[in-house]
């Protein structure tokens, strides 16, 4: 392992004012997200949306640092036969790939989940190498409810994430490290924040037990908000406040970066809170964004599978694109957002 190498990928991919394009939908959530634009979900709509994307000259080559792509993405050719990952090569941007196998059932956990797929990971991850692949993606999946989460799901993903994470690590590629709190349940903030750090806190201690080198990866975590069923909605300034509390409590400074998911919180809000965190600095790593639909809904409602309507696409993923990177210096403003509309 070349931890020098490592240390300047994962650096590169939370590099000031930028951050990840997370395109990685596995085919039944594309499908879903196809269905809302009323786009058949088929191989080539894929390439034509993805393509569509890697292509928006301004937020690839200024706004975003690296792209994780699905397993379909990486071995597919844009329309004139040029690899996917070749065109984000050469907008600038790192190609990452998403390398676990979805969700299953916990045996004797009722309503939870464990992420599966290190049979052979390694040998799939020689391969990505490759072709290209620079970095990697596992995201746990963890759920508040009532009674839930047990500290046996928190312990085998967690487990899991470490395991996968050293996996990257020998074979030359940056793990992001993605143990995602969601966001769906009645809770309040608070009990987010709480359950967030302790998913935190077993995370870090299995990565340590597993000899992963903090200085070789990427977190990629929720931020503490209230779910979305929660009566008691937290302010911009409370998520904020909160969210850099926690994640200061659980993070080394040695991991070079954190990269948030968006989880399901509207774009705009995505966009605040970075910003607003980035007003609390200084802070000891980097932080910025490593969104899927907060930088991707408003593309794809303006593409909507027609051709023709292809830069109005990419002008709208510019748009979310340079917000964020803005809010990843703390140089947002909603201003900027009603001016461009
Ligand atoms: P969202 O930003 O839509 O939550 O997706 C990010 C991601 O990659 C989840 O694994």
Known sequence: MNLTELNSTATAMVAPGKGILAADESSGTIKKRFDAIGVESTEANRRDYREMLFRSKEAMSQYISG???????????????????????????????????????????????????????????????????????????????????????????????????????????????????????????????????RVLNKTFQELRVQRVALEGMVLKPNMAVAGKKSPKKASVEEVAEKTVRMLKACVPAAVPGIAFLSGGQSDEEATAHLNAMHKLGPLPWGLTFSYGRALQAAPQKAWSGKAENVAAGQRAFSHRARMNGLAAKGEWASSLEKKAA
Not at 78 to 92: H, Q, R, T, Y
Not at 103 to 125: F, H, I, N, S, Y
Not at 129 to 153: H, L, M, N, Q
Request: glycine share 8%.
């Open 67 to 197: 792209v994780i792509l699905y397993d379909e993405t990486i071995w597919q050719d844009a329309k004139d036969g040029m690899p996917l990952i070749k065109l984000i090569e050469e907008s600038g941007a790192i190609p990452g790939i998403k390398v676990d196998e979805g969700t299953q059932a916990l045996p004797m956990c009722p309503g939870e989940l464990v992420t599966v797929g290190l049979d052979k990971l390694a040998e799939r991850l020689k391969k990505y190498y490759e072709r290209g692949a620079r970095f990697a993606k596992w995201r746990a999946v963890i759920d508040i409810g009532s009674g839930i989460p047990s500290i046996t799901a928190i312990s085998v993903n967690a487990h899991a994430l470490a395991r996968y994470a050293a996996l990257c690590q020998a074979a030359q590629i940056v793990p992001i490290v993605e143990p995602e709190v969601l966001m769906d349940g009645g809770h309040d903030i608070d009990r987010c924040f709480d359950v967030t750090q």
